[in-house]
């Protein structure tokens, strides 16, 4: 893959794992089989698995390099970590490898931000040394949007560590903040001169969108506005982890017109195969045209 680049900033990608998981029926509440099949030629195998219409998802960082930063962009599962769901308990990837073998060593990292902080968004934030969650990225500052960061932590007053958000909030995200290396951000915060970051609430309470601007081109980091492809053909599509069904369909469709007007790409979080693509209007919905570099 040649390195994506956006003006002065490139982009590259670090995969953790990449697998068939919810069928569409199950992950999407509005699900329709027949505007689903009329997809398929194209979905099968790279975005749903063959035979048995499971969908794809990939776990994946994105790394932007801009001349001052380097920066991760959600930070998938992490290892050793007690999860509820069996293939994403007690992992042991050779994710850090990979980040290194891509130019990043853990102490070269200058900023980590989490589009939302769901479990799978959140989980290398930390990782367990001596028996006790510490930052991965030494050096790093932790970017976190603050309505959804309070949104959180008031849900952890009511809640047990393993309730809110199954257990990632006590073991990726409150020792980060008690480093003292996290940073509360607000919407339209620019952490780079080429960085920017938006307000798109409804999969979580304060989810946002992170923008690369540089020399007339554009990225837009869409976190899990979107988890699978097919989205972009039907945007109402909302997947049963949303917070607010048509909040996070409203945001998704802007998104989505933000990307076909700017002719930016569009890097989500869960698209696996290219990742990323161009989104073009089509009747009253969208299509992608991806980005093989
Ligand atoms: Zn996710």
Redesign the pocket.
Known sequence: MTARTIGQASIAKVEELCAAGFKPNRMFPRFNQEAFDAHKHWMVPEHVEAGSDRLVGS?HTWIVRTPRHTILI?TCLGNHKTRSAPAWNNLDTPFLERLRAAGVPPESVDMVMCT?L?V??VGWNTKLENGRWVPTFPNARYLFARKEYAHWEDERRHKTGEEVNGGSFDDSVLPVVEARQAVFVDIDHQPDSLLTIRDAPGHTPGSITIHLADGGQEAVFS??IM?HPIQVYYPEWSSQ?CWDQDMSARSRRQVLEHCAEHRSLLCP??FPGANAGYIHRERDAFRIEWDRR
């Open positions: 776990l959600d939302h769901h799978d968004h976190g899990d988890h982890f979080a869960h």
